[in-house]
């Protein structure tokens, strides 16, 4: 029991490395290398990335939650009514509640297949979701 916990611990923490690195290279530009720095810590999700100007915050509520191993897609129902899925990583702990959340989008997708789930998404974001 004590070896698994370590273990999905180290799994978690690795995945919220991996998304810290992605956020910070989207969020500093600036960085020496620039664009090239990005592509390389986003690898085949470049195609995805919004250009700095384009990210996009919305606040809503969580209705559905579907765990993906270390990421978890999220139905967000929106502030204006909309419903959208979200991907970001299963750490973040948040399930099916009225508690408001607030998502920021770095990335977006359209048609975009998760062969994990065997499930094609219409419009999906790659964001950071946080309780709001």
Do not use: N
């Amino acid at each position: 029991m004590e070896k698994r916990r370590r273990g999905s611990l180290r799994t978690a923490l690795a995945a919220s490395f991996v998304l810290l690195a992605l956020c910070g290279a989207l969020l500093c530009p600036q960085l020496r290398g620039g664009p090239a720095i990005v592509d390389r810590a986003l690898g085949p999700l470049t195609q995805y990335a919004l250009p700095e100007g384009r990210r996009i915050v919305f606040r809503g509520r969580v209705l559905r939650s579907l765990p993906s191993g270390s990421y978890v897609y999220l139905l967000i129902q929106r502030e204006d009514g909309q419903q959208s899925w979200v991907v970001t990583l299963a750490s973040s702990g948040l399930a099916p509640s009225t508690a408001p959340v607030r998502v920021t989008a770095f990335g977006f997708a359209e048609h975009f297949e998760s062969k994990r789930l065997q499930r094609e998404f219409p419009q999906l974001y790659f964001a950071v979701v946080r309780a709001a």
